[in-house]
């Protein structure tokens, strides 16, 4: 028998994602299932296509309240903003938590409010094991906080060439493509199939969407020199354009940041993506000349990378694909949940997608 997880917001598309993988997960045993305005429902009601997982499909789904929750290991939290810090709270400490929701991810309770409005939470550790030493905090906490979608794209891209003093952080544009499940599953007319089929549309521009300040604090904290202390150059500062694209699923983020050092070549910035992901079971860093491609990580964990250095406008273009649903919430919630149960990173995850 292995540890018992609970799913908090089973019925979006975050949690049914999380559902799939936990199915087949080796070590991992489902204890409860909740949710608001589809408790009471099955699995196979809301989630039509779990509905051959017979160990699965009839289970219900219970209110949010159930006291179930505390009857396990670990608590999944795959709420809208503003809800899992409430939740969260009433958890004992003796039940490890990661959130898949924005509620513990930021630590300036003004960029909260400005974003989300309502009273800050609090930050909890950042569950993107790839950053430098994320993987140990991650492995001795009891709470984690994973990632926005938009947000580890392209930290992932961006991280490595700032950490190494090629990038600048203070000159950062990020333009990220997204699948219309990243908006979740509430009915909404811009999400309508008639109004996304064949269209490309920007939206939340300016600096308003909320994965903004997530980019720019860990972009800040990758050139925080040891110690805590910030080498020389301005603070992080992202410009970030979201665009609407017409799939159900993945992001492909394009990022552009000014070089540090006048003359950085490709070979470089390579080299700093390729040290830095070395070791990493689910990062591919792709042969020089191949560029992602969000079909090629779709139903995985995985994110593709590629860097080339813009001589001509003396900027470094990083560009990272990855599932939104996978990379971008229940694989990276299921990677952190590993990580914390001292079970093998991988297990129940795959960094290779399907095709076509």
């Known amino acids: 028998m292995g540890a018992r997880v609970t799913v908090a917001g089973a019925s979006g598309y975050a949690g049914g994602e999380l559902l799939r993988l936990l199915a087949a997960h080796p070590d991992l045993e489902l204890a409860a299932l909740t949710a608001d305005s589809s408790a009471g429902k099955t699995v196979g009601e809301v989630h039509p296509h779990l509905a051959g997982i017979s160990s699965l499909a009839g289970r219900v789904l219970q209110p949010h309240g159930d006291v179930s929750l505390v009857a396990c290991d670990l608590v999944f939290l795959a709420l809208p903003a503003g809800r ?48 430098p030493g994320a993987r140990e905090q991650i492995r001795t906490a009891s709470r984690v906080a994973a990632p926005g979608c938009y947000a580890a794209a392209a930290i992932l891209a961006l991280v490595p060439l700032v950490a ?119 990062a591919c860093v792709l042969p020089e000349g191949r560029w992602p491609a969000t079909a090629s990580v779709a139903g995985s964990n995985g994110v593709h990378l590629q860097v080339a250095a813009d ?29 914390m149960l001292g079970l093998p990173e991988t297990a129940g995850l795959t960094a290779s997608g399907i095709a076509p």
């Not at 003796?94 to 991810?105: H, N, Q, W």
């Open 164 to 282: 190494a003093g090629l990038a600048e952080p203070g000159d950062i544009v990020v333009v990220a493509a997204s699948g219309t499940s990243g908006a979740g599953r509430s009915l909404r007319a811009e999400l309508l199939g008639s109004e996304v089929m064949g269209s490309v549309s920007a939206y939340q521009a300016g600096g308003s969407h909320r994965h903004t300040p997530e980019i720019e604090q860990a972009v800040h904290e990758a050139g925080l020199a040891p110690g805590g202390t910030r080498r020389s150059g301005p603070a992080a500062r992202v410009s970030f354009t979201p665009v609407l694209a017409p799939m159900p699923r993945g992001i492909l983020a394009t990022c552009t940041a000014r070089l540090s050092i006048p003359g950085t070549g490709t070979p470089e910035l390579r080299a700093a993506l390729a040290a830095a992901y070395a070791a990493e079971p689910f």
């Open 311 to 339: 001589s001509r406008a003396g900027r470094a273009v990083s560009v990272s694909a990855i599932d939104n649903l996978g990379k971008g919430a229940a694989g990276q919630a299921i990677q952190d949940a590993n990580i």
């Open 84 to 131: 899992s810090a409430a939740l969260a709270a009433a958890l004992p400490d003796s039940v490890k938590a990661v959130d898949l929701g924005p509620d513990f991810r930021l630590s300036d309770p003004d960029a909260w409010t400005r974003h989300y409005g309502g009273v800050h939470a609090g930050r909890w550790v950042t569950g993107l094991p790839e950053l």
